[in-house]
């Protein structure tokens, strides 16, 4: 089975809200960083966005600027979820959003806050979401 599965993306009208959710498996959950990053649908030749990231505990977060007070990254541990939360949302939020596994080892989450795509464990396949204006 996939490590990463994400659901909850569908049609929104701008200024609504949505919570994308991501179950892992067969990894262990509680020792990863985890980041959403998402992939604009009118920029094919552009570079996954870092939107998220939060430490393997939960305690720490980062956001992209373009999401901050906007968006909210948490996780259960106990239920090996992620969550996104994302409020007001924009007709530029548009994108095919992931969940991604940075990573289990020393320094993972302080390398998730650079927001580069580059280097992570594992991805999900994506789920879409769509903001009509």
């Known amino acids: 089975s996939e490590p990463l599965v994400e659901s909850g993306g569908g049609l929104v009208q701008a200024g609504g809200s949505l919570t994308l959710a991501c179950t892992a498996s067969g990894l262990n959950f509680a020792d990863y960083t985890m980041a959403w990053f998402r992939k604009h649908p009118q920029s094919p030749g552009r570079e996954r966005e870092g939107v998220a990231c939060i430490s393997a505990s939960g305690g720490r977060t980062t956001y992209a600027d373009s999401v901050k007070e906007r968006f909210t990254i948490s996780r259960d541990n106990a239920e090996n979820t992620l969550h996104l939360q994302m409020n007001n949302l924009k007709p530029e939020d548009t994108a095919t959003y992931y969940c991604?596994?940075?990573?289990?080892?020393?320094?993972?989450?302080?390398?998730?806050?650079?927001?580069?795509?580059?280097?992570?464990?594992?991805w999900g396949k994506g789920t879409l979401v769509t903001i009509s204006p």
């Open positions: 991604v596994a940075v990573g289990d080892q020393t320094g993972a989450y302080e390398y998730c806050t650079t927001l580069s795509y580059h280097g992570m464990d594992y």
